[in-house]
């Protein structure tokens, strides 16, 4: 089946360190972003891709960084720089280009203690 | 300054009835809107959509009014079923790449059996 895959679900880090987020679609998408969720907020945007190799920041890409080195890969890393990194992250890809929606992953639940 | 607004954090309905959920918008430059329904601890899913061009589209119980002029848009769901309970995200788009959108911060909807 297609679809996007995060990975871990949950995951637990010690404060001042880094934590990569996996995800991966099968989707064949050229676009590729990374939302982060806080309770009782809508999504925020982090990064985003829209072709391999290339990468943008979104509204909130402090203390985060990506990597494109696969059309179907694109990873997220909570630097130690990042200042409240206890958060619910999603990856998401789309169609690039022209009016049509994204497609989420299960989402990955990050703490920080 | 938010752009994306869902100013109603919850609604409850009863079973059968309708359930409007409102979103306004500041920005001129989104020309495309969506809806995306989401459970706890689960990415979004894509619901419905509408173009600029549009003022109505609708999709079996979900129809989604937009009015430029007022920079508002609704979601209506009828007859509301209890499945129906969720969070709904609004969310819109001002180029042609929907997937990075900016997104309200959501309405948490109860459908009462």
């Known amino acids: 089946d297609g679809g996007i895959t995060q990975s871990p679900k949950y995951l637990f880090r010690k404060e001042g360190q880094n934590v990569t987020l996996s995800c991966e679609q099968n989707?064949?998408?050229?676009?590729m972003y990374w939302y982060r969720q806080d309770p009782g907020q809508g999504l925020r945007l982090i990064y985003y891709?829209?072709?391999?190799?290339?990468?943008q920041k979104g509204d909130i890409a402090e203390g985060y960084s990506v990597s494109r080195e696969k059309k179907e890969s694109f990873p997220l890393t909570v630097t130690s720089a990042q200042k409240n990194p206890t958060a619910f992250y999603l990856c998401?890809?789309?169609?690039?280009?022209?009016?049509?929606?994204?497609?989420f992953g299960q989402g990955t639940r990050l703490t920080v203690v | 300054d938010q752009q994306v607004k869902q100013n109603s954090p919850s609604l409850s309905v009863q079973e059968g009835r309708i359930s409007i959920l409102n979103c306004d918008y500041t920005?001129?430059?989104?020309?495309?809107f969506l809806w995306y329904k989401k459970y706890p601890a689960e990415g979004p899913t894509f619901l419905i959509s509408?173009?600029?061009?549009?003022d109505k589209n609708e999709d079996g119980r979900f129809t989604v009014f937009l009015n430029k002029s007022a920079k508002h848009l609704s979601l209506h769901i009828v007859p509301s079923q209890p499945g129906d309970s969720a969070v709904y995200f609004c969310?819109?788009?001002?180029?042609?790449?929907?997937?990075?959108?900016?997104f309200g911060d959501g309405t948490t909807l109860t459908v009462k059996p």
């Open positions: 998401a890809s789309s169609i690039q280009g022209g009016h049509t929606e994204a497609f």
């Open positions: 989707l064949n998408h050229d676009a």
């Open positions: 891709s829209q072709i391999v190799n290339d990468f």
């Open positions: 920005n001129s430059m989104f020309d495309y």
């Open positions: 509408i173009s600029s061009i549009k």
């Open positions: 969310a819109a788009s001002g180029n042609t790449n929907a997937g990075k959108s900016t």
